[in-house]
C-alpha cells in the first residue's frame, strides 16, 4: 500500500471535487487571518521539485490507466505561487508528462503574493499550464481586513488581482458575507463591491462566514466584541453587495453550503437582476417559511426557494423544525435558543 501513498493537503475548492489534488507545499505561510482554523497549530513548510514529483509518480501509479482521462489537477496547499517560477513550471511540465490529458491546473495565492510577481513570470507559468489561480479577497473594506488580520491591504488586493488577469490567468476571487458582523456589514458590502469593480475577476465566488472554534474571531464572538450576522442579515448584505456590482463581466458563483441562497448566481451584468429577485424572494417569506427554508436547505431538501411549494416536502421539513423547537423548549440544547442558533451550532460541526 505504501507504493500508493502520498501528500495530499485538507482543501480545495468545491470547483476542483473532482481533481488530482498534489501538494506543493504544506499549510499556509501566513496563517493568521482571525476567521480560519484550517492550519492552525502547524508551520508551513516548502517542499522540493523532487520531492513533489516523487508524489506525482505515486499518483500516477495510483491512477494506473485512468491517468490517461485526467483533466484537471489542483496544486495545494494555500500559496502555491510562492514557488520560484522556473521550479513551478518544472512541476507543471512534469505534471502534465505523467498525467498527459491534463488541460486545466489551478491553484490557492494570496493577494500580497501575487502583487509582488512580475507579469512575465505570471505569463510564464500560464504558458506552462497553469490556467487559474483562486484567491480569498473576504472584504475590500480596510478596517475590516485589519480587524481580521488578513495581513493584505486593498491596494495589494486590486494590484495582485490585476496582475493575474493581465498574465491572462483565470481568476477566482473569493468574498465573506457575514465577516463584518454587526458593526461593518454595509462598509464590508460596498468596499468589497468597488474592489472587485477594479479587478472584474472571471468569479466571485461567495463564501458565508462560520465563526469556527478555535479561532480568534470565535473569542471575540464569545466576548462580545464580534456579533455575527443573523441568516436575513446576511442576505441583506449580499443583496447590498451585489446591487453594487456594476461594470463587470464576472461570474458570481455560490457553490458551498454555507450560503444559504446557493441559487443566487449568474454572470454579470445579465443575471444580476435574477439574483436580487431570488434575494427578494426569500427576504418577503412569513417568518415559518424563512425557518422552514433554512432548515431545508441546510438538510438538503432544498436546493431552490421554488422546492419549497413541494407540499410533502415542506411538511417533512416542518416536522423537523416542530421537533427541533420542541427540544430547545425542553432545553435540550444548551446555547441555542432559537432554531437559527441550532443550525448555526450544527454548520459549525460539520463545515
Not at 480587524?147 to 477566482?172: C, F, P
Amino acid at each position: 500500500m505504501s507504493n500508493f501513498l502520498y501528500d495530499i493537503g485538507p482543501i480545495r475548492p468545491p470547483s476542483e471535487a473532482r481533481s488530482l489534488l498534489i501538494r506543493v507545499n504544506r499549510n499556509c505561510p501566513w496563517n493568521r487571518c482571525e476567521f480560519c482554523n484550517v492550519y492552525k497549530g502547524t508551520k508551513f513548510q516548502k517542499k522540493s521539485p523532487d520531492e513533489i514529483k516523487a508524489d506525482i509518480d505515486v499518483a500516477a501509479r495510483m491512477y494506473g490507466e485512468r491517468r490517461y482521462s485526467v483533466r484537471s489537477a489542483f496544486l495545494q496547499d494555500a500559496n502555491a505561487l510562492l514557488m520560484k517560477t522556473d521550479e513551478l513550471i518544472e512541476i507543471l511540465n512534469y505534471l502534465k508528462e505523467k498525467f498527459p490529458a491534463i488541460n486545466r491546473i489551478t491553484t490557492y495565492t494570496r493577494s500580497d503574493t501575487a502583487a509582488r510577481r512580475k507579469v512575465d513570470d505570471l505569463r510564464r507559468l500560464h504558458e506552462a499550464g497553469l490556467t487559474r489561480v483562486h484567491i480569498g479577497l473576504e472584504t475590500g473594506y480596510a478596517p475590516l481586513l485589519m480587524y481580521v488580520n488578513k495581513g493584505v491591504t486593498v491596494e495589494q488586493h486590486i494590484e495582485g488581482g490585476g496582475k493575474v488577469k493581465e498574465a491572462g490567468l483565470d481568476l477566482s476571487e473569493y468574498v465573506m458575507p457575514g465577516l463584518g458582523g454587526r458593526t461593518m456589514w454595509r462598509e464590508h458590502a460596498s468596499a468589497t463591491a468597488d474592489v472587485l469593480k477594479q479587478i472584474d475577476p472571471d468569479f466571485i465566488r461567495l463564501r458565508s462566514i462560520s465563526v469556527r472554534p478555535g479561532t480568534p474571531l470565535y473569542e471575540k464572538m464569545i466576548s462580545g466584541k464580534f456579533v455575527p450576522l443573523t441568516e436575513d442579515e446576511k442576505v441583506h448584505e449580499i443583496r447590498l453587495f451585489i446591487e453594487n456590482l456594476d461594470g463587470i463581466r464576472s461570474m458570481v458563483v455560490s457553490d458551498h453550503l454555507l450560503n444559504l441562497l446557493q441559487e443566487v448566481e449568474g454572470r454579470l451584468p445579465e443575471h444580476k437582476e435574477k439574483m436580487l429577485n431570488a434575494i427578494d424572494n426569500y427576504l418577503s417569506l412569513a417568518e415559518e417559511d424563512k425557518i422552514n427554508f433554512m432548515v431545508g436547505s441546510r438538510l438538503g431538501y432544498y436546493h431552490t426557494l421554488t422546492e419549497m411549494k413541494q407540499e410533502d416536502t415542506y411538511r417533512q421539513v416542518q416536522m423537523i423544525v416542530d421537533s427541533v423547537s420542541d427540544e430547545l423548549e425542553s432545553g435540550n440544547y444548551p446555547g441555542c435558543s432559537t432554531v437559527e442558533d441550532f443550525i448555526r451550532k450544527r454548520m459549525e460541526e460539520i463545515i
